[in-house]
């Protein structure tokens, strides 16, 4: 890493920075905890991130033990990306990050910006992080676009999930625009119900109790 830039300073965050500091590189992480991914498959939900860019970033993070290079089965020239235990400590601060950075989103990003289905799972993640949860025993399943994620509520903790819960209090249904436009707050989700884009089935309290648990607007 002779020819990287440094901060040259004696401080954690300098040297966090270091290595995750350069352009794109947290998004390669934040692909790589939601799951495994070939260098195609990165490179396809990070439109904008050229061949060379991200076959540099892929370098760098591999000589500092943050992600790892797999054989894939059956294939003996391919390869498959997936963070270390090292690159999964990473995953507290983002969603710390991801929530603060929420505040930021405008309509404009909504309108312009690119947006996947599977990011909802780590948005719904950086929404209920470090709150305090319901003291009920509940899940509650989200389907955005063709995703399926679930919170699950148990002795005032909460997981979140991929996949469909068992016996979900409540199923919301709606699309990822949609979705991040709910947690950055410039839609509430019950104006969303209003308009159609999205649904909400289940027991009204659970309702109430996951809208509060998430921080989103509740109606009076």
């Known amino acids: 890493m002779a020819d990287k830039r440094h901060y040259r300073q004696f401080c954690g965050l300098a040297s966090a920075l270091d290595v995750i500091g350069e352009r794109w590189t947290l998004l390669i992480v934040r692909e790589l905890l939601l799951a495994p991914a070939r260098f195609s498959e990165i490179q396809e939900n990070l ?13 760098v993070l591999t000589e500092q ?3 790892e290079a797999l054989p894939v089965e059956g294939d003996g020239r391919g390869k498959q990306y997936r963070l270390t235990a090292t690159g999964q400590h990473l995953h507290a601060p983002l969603l710390m990050l991801s929530r603060w950075g929420m505040n930021f989103l405008s309509e404009d990003d909504a309108e312009t910006g690119a947006a996947r289905s599977a990011w909802g799972f780590l948005a719904v993640q950086a929404m209920i992080h470090g709150r305090p949860a319901p003291s009920i025993n509940e899940s509650y399943e ?3 676009d063709d995703e399926v994620f679930h919170i699950h509520v148990q002795d005032e903790r909460a997981t979140a999930h991929q996949g469909p819960a068992n016996a979900p209090a409540i199923v919301v249904s709606t699309d990822a625009r949609t979705f991040v436009r709910i947690g950055a707050e410039l839609l509430s989700p019950f104006d969303a119900v209003a308009t159609g884009r999205l649904t909400i089935e289940g027991d009204e309290g659970a309702i109430r109790r996951c809208s509060k648990f998430m921080g989103l607007t509740t109606p009076a």
């Open 47 to 59: 439109p904008g991130l050229g061949t060379n860019l991200l076959s540099e970033r892929l370098r």
């Open 65 to 67: 033990g943050i992600i």
């Open 142 to 144: 989200f389907r955005v």
